[in-house]
Every structure is written in structure tokens, then in C-alpha cells.
């Protein structure tokens, strides 16, 4: 009794089911005007998405007679084809739209959620905000490694305490300053669209860009020493390698070669980032601006470059140089100019912190941190 019941169910769904006007098969959809199956569907949507032109023949369908020995006329005068599965692309897309279908109804899903992305054409004040939210963070990683940290390694600056970076800081803040840099491209579609490797070969380089310049940023307005470099979590580089740290042999060949090498390269920081960074009072505006810039006009590892189809660039530029002449109404043209060429120091820092890699212990990074390891060593 069940399986006959069953039975006739089943027949008088069949009955009731439509016959997709392109192929025949049963149906019981018509999402884009016609009723058509699921397997035309989404041949539709692939090739309204793919920009194929319609009604032009790729493979000689005419000549393979796949339109029956009536010709094209038949295909035009019959509703249903036996072989429109075996068309090309071309004419398949071409029987579609004479059959009725309508490409407007076909919804195109935005690549990233609408609420995380940002309109930086018109509004740059989310990515100041992102800025201040990612400083507030970093800071918050000295609550952890601050307290262990003997007191004779401190430096007290505007009733503040700053440790001794040790390797473990500097590893912490590089890694800081990647997530920063990949939190904060993201919310850029052209950054979104490159494949995974083509990102990490952007934060090899951009990763210690945005980094540095925050860096320059905190030493430029919170360090009284002219000899200290400030990372993000209130630890800090002295010119002098051993600062507070006994050594036993200080004339021995290695120990002066990784001494120099890091005299040098805390000293180009502090020359070349945070002098003109504290004689031009550089704000959170133009940190942003300048992180913006190294992320769209820079040639990155392996030739990888964004592109800039809202012309974001342009905006930058427009807004800095309105920024400058509000700041400085008389010399308004010349700090946009030196804002920019600080473009180029901070590029030559990032070449100069890869060689420090490779010259002193306290660098030695790639060790340490399997996030680093994957963007570095990429």
C-alpha cells in the first residue's frame, strides 16, 4: 500500500516538472526568466562572469553541424536543442539570452564582507582609527614581559619605564609589526585579490616599512635620549650594543664587528627616521598617509606590485598636501616635500634592518617565530 502510494507520488511529481528550453532535462527552476535546469544556470552565470561574447563561435559549430541539417535557422526556430551540450561557449551564451534569460538577475557576491571593507576613496578616518587601536595593543605586550625584567636593563624617559630590548623583543616586535602590516593592507581589495605567496613577498618588505615608521613615530615623541630607538612594546635599541651588559672580551674581532654594525644601523634609524620625524612633528595623519604610499607605489620582492584603480594614490597625495599647507600655511610646500622624500629613507631602513639579519645575534631572527619564518623567509 506504502509503495504504491510512493509510486504515484513520484509519478505526479515527474509530471509536474518542466523541461529546461536549452537542454531538456527536468526542471523545476526559473531563476533567470525561462525555465532551465541547474546545469544551464550555472553555465550562465560562469560565462556572464567570464565576458564571453555571445553568438560568437569559437570552435565552427556551424560547420560541425551541430545545429542540425536546417542550419542556424533550426536553431533559431526551436525552443529546445538536442545538442546545445555539445556547443561552445559562444554559442551556448547565444542560445541563452535568444531563450529569454536576463544576465540582471544574476547576483554578484562581493569578494570581501561589505562591513570589512573601507571606502578609502572618500574617508581615511577607519584607518586612523585602525592605527590608534594597533598602538594601543602593542603597548598592552609590555604588561607581559616588562615585570621578570631585572631592574638595573630599565631607562626611565617622561616617568615611563623602558626595558633593554633583548631578542625576544625584537623578535615580538617584528611580528607586531607584520600582523600590523597585513591587519592593515587588508582593508585594501587590490592587496586582497593577490594570491597567498604574492602577499607574503608584500609583507617581507612592507611588514618592516609600517613597522619602522611606527617605531620612528613613538622614539620621535616619547624618547629624551638622543642615543635610544623605541619599539612598539616600550623596549628599546641603544646605539651601544652591550648597553648595561657586561662582557668579558669587548677587543675581540667578533664582538667589535657586531658592535659596529650595530652603532651604525641605530644610528641611521635615528639620523634618517627620527630626527625628521620629530623636526617635522609628523602626526598619525601622515603615518597613515606614508603607509598608504609604501603600500601602493612600491616594487615589491618577485615584481609583485598593486594596482590602484580607485586612484587612492592621487587622494593621498591631494589630502597631504593639503594637510602640509594647513599645519604650515607659509612652508606648506616644502614639508609635503620633505614628508615624501621620507619615503626613501624609510626604504633604505628596511634594506639596512635585512642586513642586520645577517650581522649580529640579537637579530637573528628567523629562528625564533614560524609567523616570521613564513613571511621572511617566503
Not at 556547443?87 to 539570452?97: D, I, N, V
Not at 614581559?145 to 615611563?160: E, R
Request: aromatic share 10%.
Amino acid at each position: 500500500m506504502l509503495s504504491s502510494f510512493l509510486k504515484l507520488a513520484h509519478s505526479e511529481f515527474q509530471m509536474s516538472r518542466f523541461e529546461c528550453v536549452l537542454c531538456g532535462n527536468h526542471t523545476l527552476l526559473h531563476r533567470y526568466g525561462p525555465v532551465t535546469c541547474s546545469i544551464c544556470n550555472s553555465f550562465f552565470r560562469g560565462a556572464i562572469s567570464g565576458n564571453v561574447v555571445p553568438g560568437k563561435c569559437l570552435s565552427g559549430c556551424f560547420r560541425r553541424k551541430v545545429f542540425g541539417k536546417k542550419g542556424y535557422r533550426f536553431f533559431k526556430n526551436n525552443t529546445r536543442l538536442a545538442d546545445f551540450k555539445i556547443m561552445c561557449r559562444g554559442c551556448k551564451l547565444g542560445r541563452c539570452l535568444a531563450s529569454g534569460m536576463d544576465p540582471k538577475k544574476i547576483f554578484h557576491r562581493p569578494s570581501t564582507p561589505l562591513q570589512d571593507r573601507i571606502n578609502t576613496k572618500t574617508d581615511f578616518e577607519c584607518l586612523i582609527k585602525l592605527q590608534h587601536h594597533q598602538k594601543h595593543d602593542n603597548r598592552m605586550m609590555n604588561r607581559i614581559t616588562i615585570d621578570d625584567i631585572c631592574s638595573s636593563y630599565l631607562v626611565q624617559m617622561s616617568n615611563h619605564n623602558y626595558n633593554r630590548a633583548s631578542f625576544q623583543d625584537i623578535n615580538m616586535a617584528l611580528k607586531m609589526g607584520l600582523l600590523d602590516a597585513k591587519q592593515f593592507a587588508k582593508r585594501f581589495e587590490s592587496f586582497e585579490n593577490l594570491k597567498l605567496k604574492e602577499r607574503n613577498l608584500v609583507l617581507s618588505e612592507y611588514g618592516i616599512a609600517y613597522m619602522l615608521i611606527d617605531q620612528a613615530f613613538k622614539t620621535a615623541f616619547h624618547s629624551n635620549d638622543d642615543k635610544i630607538w623605541l619599539l612598539q612594546n616600550d623596549s628599546f635599541l641603544h646605539t651601544e650594543l652591550f648597553f648595561k651588559i657586561p662582557v668579558e672580551d669587548m677587543k675581540s674581532e667578533d664582538i667589535f664587528r657586531q658592535r659596529r654594525c650595530h652603532f651604525e644601523f641605530v644610528q641611521e634609524l635615528l639620523t634618517n627616521l627620527m630626527v625628521p620625524f620629530r623636526k617635522l612633528k609628523i602626526d598619525v595623519f601622515e603615518c597613515m598617509i606614508l603607509k598608504i604610499l609604501l603600500l601602493l607605489t612600491s616594487l615589491f620582492p618577485g615584481c609583485v606590485k598593486l594596482d590602484d584603480p580607485d586612484r587612492i594614490v592621487s587622494k593621498c597625495y591631494q589630502s597631504l598636501q593639503r594637510h602640509s599647507n594647513q599645519i604650515s600655511k607659509e612652508n606648506g610646500i616644502e614639508r609635503f616635500g620633505e614628508v615624501i622624500l621620507l619615503i626613501g629613507n624609510i626604504r633604505c631602513a628596511v634594506k639596512h634592518f635585512y642586513n642586520m639579519t645577517r650581522s649580529t645575534d640579537l637579530f637573528r631572527i628567523y629562528r625564533e617565530d614560524q609567523f616570521v619564518n613564513s613571511i621572511l623567509l617566503n
